[in-house]
C-alpha cells in the first residue's frame, strides 16, 4: 500500500489495483467554437490545466498504471441523446448542430476528440459517454472490474458536472475516489471550489483531494 498526502486526511491504495480517469478533455469544452462556447462559457480557463493533466498523465505512465480518457459525445444519429439534454440550456449551438469543429459533441468529429497533447497512448482505453457521468450506458464499471481495479484517481472537466457525476457514481459503486485538485477545471471558479468542498467534507463523502504534485510522487515513488 501507498500513501497519498490528501484532504480530508491520507489516501491509501494498492497501485495494482488503482487507475486514472480522464474526464472529457475534448476540444468541444476546452477550444473555442465548441459546446463549451456555445452555452456561453469563456473557455480559456480550461485550457490552462491542460499541462497540469498531462504532467499527471505522465506520472500514471511512468508507474505503469492504467489511464482511461473519457469523451462526452453522441452517436450521429442522435438515437443515444434523450429529448431532455438536446432542449437544455439555450445554447447558441445545441448538440448535432455543425459548429467550426464539425458536429457539437458527435463521435468522430474534430470537436468531440481529446485535445492533441493529451491524446490517449497506444493501449489506453477510451470510454464514449452519452452522460454527464461515465458509468451511464458504458462498460467502464465491467472494464474496472476486469482489471480489479478499487482506486479511482479523477482530472478533466467540467469539475461540477462530468467530474463530480462520475465520482459520485464511482463512490456508491464502492470505489475510493481522488480527485486531482489542480487537473480539474470549470468555467465557475466558484462551482469548482464548491465542489473540492463537498468531496471532502463530512470524512471524505465522496472522496479525497491533493494535487498532482503530491500524486505523482506517491506513485513514482519505490
Ligand atoms: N457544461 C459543463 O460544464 N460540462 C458539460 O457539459 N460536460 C462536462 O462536464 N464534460
Same mark, same amino acid.
Not at 505503469?64 to 439534454?85: F, M, N, Q, W, Y
Not at 447558441?92 to 481529446?114: F, T, V
Given at each position: 500500500?501507498? +500513501?497519498?498526502?490528501?484532504?480530508?486526511? $491520507?489516501?491509501?491504495?494498492?497501485?495494482? @489495483?488503482?487507475?486514472?480517469?480522464?474526464?472529457?478533455?475534448?476540444?468541444?469544452?476546452?477550444?473555442?467554437?465548441?459546446?463549451?462556447?456555445?452555452?456561453?462559457?469563456?473557455? +480559456?480557463?480550461?485550457?490552462?490545466?491542460?499541462?497540469?493533466?498531462?504532467?499527471?498523465?505522465?506520472?500514471?505512465? @511512468?508507474?505503469?498504471?492504467?489511464?482511461?480518457?473519457?469523451?462526452?459525445?453522441?452517436?450521429?444519429?442522435? &438515437? $443515444?441523446?434523450?429529448?431532455?439534454?438536446?432542449?437544455?440550456?439555450?445554447? &447558441?449551438?445545441?448538440?448535432?448542430?455543425?459548429?467550426?469543429?464539425?458536429?457539437?459533441?458527435?463521435?468522430? /468529429?474534430?470537436?468531440? $476528440?481529446?485535445? !492533441? /497533447?493529451?491524446?490517449? *497512448?497506444?493501449?489506453?482505453?477510451?470510454? $464514449?459517454?452519452?452522460?454527464?457521468?461515465?458509468?451511464?450506458? #458504458? !462498460?467502464?464499471?465491467?472494464?474496472?472490474?476486469?482489471?480489479?481495479?478499487?482506486?479511482?484517481?479523477?482530472?478533466?472537466? #467540467?469539475? /461540477?458536472?462530468?467530474?463530480? #457525476? #462520475?465520482?459520485?457514481?464511482?463512490?456508491? @459503486?464502492?470505489?475510493?475516489?481522488?480527485?486531482?485538485?489542480? *487537473?480539474? /477545471?470549470?468555467?465557475?471558479?466558484?462551482?469548482?471550489?464548491?465542489?473540492?468542498?463537498?468531496? @471532502? *467534507?463530512?470524512? *471524505?463523502?465522496?472522496?479525497?483531494?491533493?494535487?498532482?504534485?503530491?500524486? &505523482?510522487?506517491?506513485?513514482?515513488?519505490?
Amino acid at each position: 500500500m501507498k +500513501t497519498i498526502a490528501a484532504q480530508p486526511f $491520507d489516501f491509501s491504495f494498492d497501485p495494482a @489495483r488503482t487507475a486514472l480517469i480522464v474526464i472529457d478533455m475534448q476540444r468541444d469544452f476546452i477550444e473555442p467554437g465548441g459546446f463549451g462556447a456555445a452555452l456561453g462559457n469563456d473557455v +480559456t480557463l480550461l485550457k490552462k490545466i491542460v499541462p497540469t493533466v498531462g504532467r499527471l498523465i505522465g506520472a500514471f505512465r @511512468r508507474a505503469g498504471l492504467p489511464v482511461i480518457h473519457t469523451r462526452e459525445c453522441h452517436k450521429p444519429d442522435l &438515437s $443515444d441523446l434523450p429529448r431532455a439534454k438536446h432542449a437544455r440550456g439555450k445554447p &447558441s449551438l445545441r448538440i448535432g448542430d455543425a459548429g467550426p469543429m464539425g458536429r457539437i459533441l458527435i463521435a468522430g /468529429e474534430p470537436g468531440a $476528440d481529446i485535445v !492533441p /497533447e493529451l491524446a490517449a *497512448a497506444a493501449g489506453e482505453v477510451v470510454i $464514449d459517454k452519452p452522460g454527464k457521468g461515465a458509468f451511464h450506458a #458504458t !462498460p467502464l464499471a465491467d472494464i474496472l472490474a476486469a482489471k480489479k481495479i478499487t482506486h479511482l484517481v479523477f482530472a478533466g472537466v #467540467t469539475t /461540477e458536472v462530468c467530474v463530480q #457525476t #462520475t465520482m459520485r457514481e464511482a463512490n456508491d @459503486r464502492g470505489f475510493d475516489c481522488l480527485l486531482a485538485e489542480d *487537473a480539474t /477545471e470549470s468555467y465557475f471558479p466558484e462551482f469548482k471550489k464548491a465542489t473540492i468542498d463537498m468531496i @471532502r *467534507a463530512q470524512g *471524505a463523502i465522496v472522496g479525497w483531494t491533493a494535487t498532482v504534485d503530491q500524486i &505523482s510522487s506517491a506513485i513514482i515513488s519505490p
